[in-house]
C-alpha cells in the first residue's frame, strides 16, 4: 500500500515552494501527495508579488474531504496567513489520528511575509501543541519566542523555548548560520544533531517546504521521527546541492535530484 500524505498549505505559482514543493517530495519520496489549499500566491525567483487567503470553509472541506474518504498517514503544515486558518487548521490537526509536520512559516526567502503578525500567538498557542514536530528556521524562532540564534551552541535555546509551547519533538534549522547546515532535533531528553556540508548554491527556494514534506513522508512510511528526519536531511541537502537557476532571481532545489543521478 502506498501511504498518503496531507500538505497544507499555499499555492507557490514559481513552482519551487509550497504545495507544489510538498507534491514533488512526496513523489520523490514514494507516497500519494494530497493537498488543501489555504492561500494563493503569485510568486516567482524574484518574490512574492501577491497573495490572497482562501476562505475558512474552503479550507475545512477540502480537508474534510481527504482525511474522510481517502485517510492520511501523516499531514504537512506550511503557510496558513492568517489567525483564523491557523486555528481551523489546529482544531482539524487535533481531530485527526495522524503525526503532524507543523513548519510555522512566517517570511519567503525573499523577505515577504506569508503571515499575518497577528496570527503568531495563535501559532504558539494553538498549532504547535498539536505538532508531533514543529520545524521553524531561525526567524521563525526569534518571532514565536524571541531567542535569537547567533552560534550552534544556541540551539538548545531555542529547542527550549519552542518545546515549551508543547510540539512533541522540536527540529530547529540552522540553515541560516555560517558554515555547515547544522539542524538539532529534539524532544527534551534525546538530541540529535543533523549536519550537512554548505552548499554554496543560491538556488535554494524551497529548503523548509521541502524538508517537512520529507519528513511527513518518511513518518507516513512508519519511520521514527529520528528516522524520519535524518532521511529528509539526506533528501533534501541533494536537492539543495542540485538547485538550478530559474527566471532572474533564486532558483529552486532540484525534487528529481535522485532520479536525475539515477540512484
Ligand atoms: N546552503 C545550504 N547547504 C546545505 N544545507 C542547507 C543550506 N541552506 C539550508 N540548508 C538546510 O536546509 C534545510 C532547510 O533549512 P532553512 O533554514 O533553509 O529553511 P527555511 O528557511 O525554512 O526555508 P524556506 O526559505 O524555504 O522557508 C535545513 O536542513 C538546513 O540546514
Ligand atoms: C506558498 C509558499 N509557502 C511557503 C514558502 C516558504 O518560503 C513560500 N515561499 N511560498
Known amino acids: 500500500m502506498i501511504p498518503n500524505v496531507l500538505t497544507v498549505a499555499g499555492s507557490d505559482s514559481g513552482g519551487g515552494a509550497g504545495v507544489q514543493a510538498d507534491l514533488k517530495t512526496m513523489l520523490a519520496l514514494g507516497v500519494h501527495g494530497m493537498s488543501v489549499l489555504t492561500a494563493v500566491t503569485a510568486q516567482n525567483s524574484l518574490g512574492v508579488q501577491g ?7 474552503a479550507v475545512r472541506a477540502q480537508y474534510r474531504s481527504v482525511v474522510d474518504d481517502i485517510g492520511v498517514q501523516a499531514v504537512k503544515t506550511g503557510m496558513l496567513a492568517s489567525a483564523e486558518l491557523v486555528e481551523t487548521v489546529a482544531e482539524l490537526l487535533a481531530g485527526t ?3 503532524a509536520v507543523v513548519d510555522p512559516v512566517g517570511v519567503s526567502k525573499h523577505g515577504d511575509s506569508l503571515l499575518a503578525a497577528s496570527a503568531l500567538d495563535s501559532v504558539r498557542t494553538k498549532l504547535l501543541p498539536v505538532a508531533t514536530v514543529a520545524t521553524p528556521n ?17 540551539l538548545r535555546r531555542a529547542a527550549a523555548a519552542v518545546l515549551g509551547y508543547g510540539p512533541r519533538w522540536v527540529l530547529i534549522k540552522g540553515g541560516h548560520l555560517s558554515g555547515d547546515a547544522v539542524d538539532l532535533l529534539t524532544d527534551g531528553s534525546e538530541e540529535h544533531w543533523l549536519r550537512a556540508p554548505r552548499h554554496d548554491n543560491r538556488h535554494t527556494h524551497g529548503t523548509g517546504c521541502t524538508l517537512a514534506s520529507a519528513i511527513a513522508s518518511q513518518l507516513a512510511k512508519g519511520h521514527s521521527v529520528p528516522e524520519a528526519v535524518a532521511a529528509a536531511k539526506e533528501y533534501v541537502t541533494g536537492a539543495i546541492a542540485a538547485g538550478f537557476a530559474l527566471g532572474g532571481g533564486i532558483g529552486p532545489v532540484d525534487h528529481g535530484w535522485r532520479f536525475r543521478a539515477g540512484s
Open 51 to 57: 497573495a490572497w487567503e482562501l476562505p475558512v470553509e
Open 97 to 99: 489520528d495522524a503525526p
Open 138 to 154: 531561525l526567524d521563525e524562532v526569534a518571532q514565536l519566542t524571541g531567542v535569537r540564534v547567533e552560534s550552534e551552541e544556541q
